[in-house]
């Protein structure tokens, strides 16, 4: 009895094809994942304290305000405009590609929506002519370190003698609900503004650290922010280092984390 064919054996790739195929395959699968799910963040500046801390490391949902060419890496130009496109809610917490260059991303808070008018009286927020409910809390205190320092006029130092900040603390409540904690350092510039008008298609955006960010109160800053320039919505710190470690030093990091803060949601 005649033996059938053996069927003829597929041609191997070379083993630099296989790797380079797969590392395609990885950079679109990340590709995707970031541009469409979800994105790391880190925290570069303090102008959100007491809700971020410099060394923080976040995650971004990139649904939650639709797309843009803002929500791709390097804000490549695929997306035209915005697409399914959804309007913040007042007190979410947002990074987004700050006006006009549009190249660094920044992180504030929603304040201000189409339509509303904003302005600060006496280091006072009011929103539609109505002032938001501010009432003291305890002092923010945050340890000194690499990535917290302290000017002298905040300086102190707990009963073990450890250095800390100790920040005037005050606890605002939106007209929806929504309450947070926002640092008031004495008198600045921005204590006392214009009204604003939110005009169609942007956010009023500011920083919980009320004297010490740049934001919409500023026109030589980001002054009104464009919706399409919304990169994602907060949602939880996977993340946070005092800054004591030293990156090629892995025996440093378990120190430096400030475990307390690793799921802490937004």
């Given at each position: 009895m005649a033996k059938s064919p053996r069927p003829a054996a597929k041609p191997t790739r070379p083993e630099w094809q296989e790797t380079l195929i797969f590392l395609v395959k990885l950079a679109l699968f990340v590709f995707v994942i970031r541009s469409f799910l979800f994105a790391p963040f880190v925290i570069p500046s303090g102008s959100m304290l007491p809700r971020t801390?410099?060394?923080?490391?976040?995650?971004?949902?990139?649904?939650?305000?639709?797309?843009?060419?803002?929500?791709?890496?390097?804000?490549?130009?695929?997306?035209?405009?915005?697409?399914?496109?959804?309007?913040?809610?007042?007190?979410?917490?947002?990074?987004?590609?700050?006006?006009?260059?549009?190249?660094?991303?920044?992180?504030?808070?929603?304040?201000?929506?189409?339509?509303?008018?904003?302005?600060?009286?006496?280091?006072?927020?009011?929103?539609?002519?109505?002032?938001?409910?501010?009432?003291?809390?305890?002092?923010?205190?945050?340890?000194?370190?690499?990535?917290?320092?302290?000017?002298?006029?905040?300086?102190?130092?707990?009963?073990?003698g450890t250095p800390v900040c100790r920040y005037p603390q005050y606890r605002e409540t939106l007209p929806n609900g929504v309450g947070y904690n926002v640092l008031d350092l004495g008198f600045s510039p921005a204590d006392d503004t214009e009204v604003y008008t939110v005009p169609a298609g942007h956010v009023f955006m500011m920083g919980d650290n009320r004297d010490d960010s740049r934001d919409s109160r500023f026109a030589d800053s980001i002054s009104f922010v464009p919706m399409e320039n919304l990169v994602g919505k907060a949602v939880v710190t996977f993340w946070s280092t005092d800054g004591n470690a030293g990156w090629l030093m892995p025996w440093t990091w378990p120190g430096a984390t400030r475990w307390e803060r690793i799921g802490e949601a937004f």
């Open positions: 801390l410099i060394g923080d490391y976040l995650f971004v949902t990139k649904w939650n305000y639709g797309y843009s060419r803002h929500s791709l890496p390097w804000s490549v130009p695929l997306i035209p405009g915005r697409i399914l496109a959804s309007t913040p809610a007042r007190g979410d917490v947002a990074v987004f590609k700050a006006p006009p260059q549009n190249q660094e991303d920044w992180i504030k808070r929603v304040i201000g929506l189409p339509g509303d008018r904003v302005q600060m009286r006496d280091g006072q927020l009011f929103l539609n002519g109505t002032a938001i409910p501010k009432a003291r809390v305890a002092d923010f205190v945050l340890p000194v370190t690499p990535n917290s320092t302290c000017e002298d006029y905040f300086r102190d130092a707990l009963a073990d």
